[in-house]
């Protein structure tokens, strides 16, 4: 028998993942936003990481990391309950399912806080992730960064116990 592949665990925030957290959100930005973006957009995004503001974000949101072997693979905020101020994962992990893990936890931690809807500004590249849970585009948006603007889409879904007692999806 073949031996199984160890699974990525979920773990809080802490501030000293800042630095491994703002290489992943470089990479990901990097490397897998190509097609979407151009590389000056992308140079103007990841610089994000080098922002004071960027710690401030991850500490004051509810932040999950998820790790194998202690080392950090992508993690997602959870801003005021309701809204994904970040979500990346490391493009050597991309695809197998560590984006879904983050995701799905944030879900049920929002559901279990009695938030009844997300949203999430997206990226072109992650918008069919998103679709693909539910998420519906509400508007488009320009971001500035420096000299550089960014398209994204604002995206939200319904979440929570709905009316008749069962659960939103």
Known sequence: MGQSLPKPGLRPFLPADV?????????????????????????????????????????????????????????????????????????AVAGQGVGTMLYEAIEKLATARAATRLTADVSDTALGFFQKRGFQPQRRNTVTIGDEWLANTTMDKPIGPAKNGTVAS
């Open 19 to 91: 630095p491994l957290l703002a290489e992943i959100f470089r990479a990901s930005i990097e490397e897998m936003t190509g097609e979407d973006y151009s590389e000056a957009q992308r140079e103007a995004w990841a610089s994000k990481a080098d922002d004071e503001s960027f710690a401030k974000r991850l500490s004051e949101a509810l932040t999950l990391v998820a790790t194998m072997d202690g080392s950090p693979l992508g993690f997602i905020a959870l801003k005021d309950n309701t809204h994904i101020d970040f979500f990346f994962v490391h493009p």
